[in-house]
């Protein structure tokens, strides 16, 4: 009976190891923050496909890490959309997210980039005084006023003005827009988390705590 037994176990483990050693696609993955499938990123082609959905985002790599070079459009119970351009400004800035959702929203073997990161980003661009400029969409922040500093976008990052959004305390939801405004990992205390901020009229990145009950826009990065 124990030899049966061996013999069954062996037969098992042999097509266990042939069913994973099919040649199957390594980058088709489980799991992600929000459930589903994984990731598909080609290095070459600099694309990142989500194939929760099957969107492809354009990504770039800058001080040594790979970014998306678009904002992250994934549709979660939560997140919302600009109400501009007829309903469809997500196809061009993405969704805003709250704080909580943003954590979870990035696909497979790749996250929401902390703090660190994010100091990292500033630093390959220069500094925190003009990496503003650089990191910016060489288009969409000239806008009706002279004062706005349009992006020369030198490390194809290309970062979008796409809002912000709040609910107050009659539940209302407002948007307002006043430049790009992007999440991080990093919390600071049970109501606030960190936010990194490019403003139309400024040269410069900076950052700050925000509620977290505030939806702004996120940029994945690969782990």
């Not at 013999?7 to 992600?32: R, Y």
């Not at 997500?90 to 994010?118: F, M, S, T, V």
Request: hydrophobic fraction near 35%; include cysteine.
């Amino acid at each position: 009976m124990k030899n049966l037994l061996v013999i069954f176990s062996l037969a098992f483990v042999a097509l266990f190891t042939a069913c994973s050693d099919d040649g199957s696609s390594s980058s088709f993955t489980d799991g992600g923050g929000s459930g589903g499938k994984g990731s598909e990123y080609d290095a070459d082609a600099g694309t990142l496909k989500d194939l929760r959905d099957g969107q492809t985002y354009a990504t770039v790599t800058i001080g040594g890490r790979v970014w998306m070079a678009e904002n992250l459009n994934y549709e979660t119970e939560t997140s919302v959309v600009f109400p501009e351009y007829n309903g469809t400004s997500h196809e061009k800035y993405g969704r805003l997210y709250a704080w909580e959702d943003a954590i979870d929203a990035c696909p497979r073997d790749w996250r929401l980039p902390g703090e660190d990161d994010w100091n990292d980003l500033v630093a390959a661009a220069g500094d925190s005084a003009t990496a503003g400029t650089k990191l910016k969409a060489a288009r969409d922040w000239d806008k009706d006023k002279k004062d706005y500093v349009v992006g020369t976008d030198d490390y194809g990052f290309a970062a979008l003005p796409a809002a912000v959004s709040h609910v107050n305390t009659n539940g209302v939801r407002s948007f307002s827009n006043n430049g790009a405004f992007f999440w991080t990992a990093t919390e600071k205390n049970d109501a606030r988390a960190l936010m990194f901020v490019m403003h139309y009229e400024k040269e410069s990145v900076e950052s700050g705590a925000f509620p977290k009950d505030t939806w702004l826009s996120v940029r994945c990065i690969k782990d």
